[in-house]
């Protein structure tokens, strides 16, 4: 699926960015366009009672690792935060 955005894209996988690693990052060849941060979590039942706790964890660590910093660095204002949950074939997803 990301392949197809290579001609407006860079598309990067698990690179640091502020105080940790974020899952994927589109970062657009256009610095007017939107950037996207993606974040997929795993629910763990002996950390988290629901799959919405898991949606929180996860928009958690974007924000206090963040992630966005590099692209704000590099003069990219519109940013999307998206973050997947799973749970068994249970899925979550949340935008911000």
């Known amino acids: 699926m990301l392949v197809g955005l290579k001609d407006t894209y860079y598309v990067n996988f698990n690179r640091e960015s502020g105080m940790g690693r974020y899952d994927i ?3 657009p060849k256009d610095k007017n366009a939107n950037s996207f941060i993606m974040e997929f979590k795993v629910h763990k039942e002996e950390k988290e ?11 958690k660590q974007i924000e206090e690792r963040k992630y966005e910093e590099n692209l704000k660095e590099r003069g990219y ?14 899925v979550k997803m949340e935008v911000y």
């Open 25 to 27: 990052m589109l970062e």
């Open 49 to 59: 009672k629901t799959i919405e706790e898991t949606i929180a964890n996860a928009k």
């Open 77 to 90: 204002s519109n940013i999307t935060k998206m973050v997947f949950a799973f749970k068994g074939k249970e």
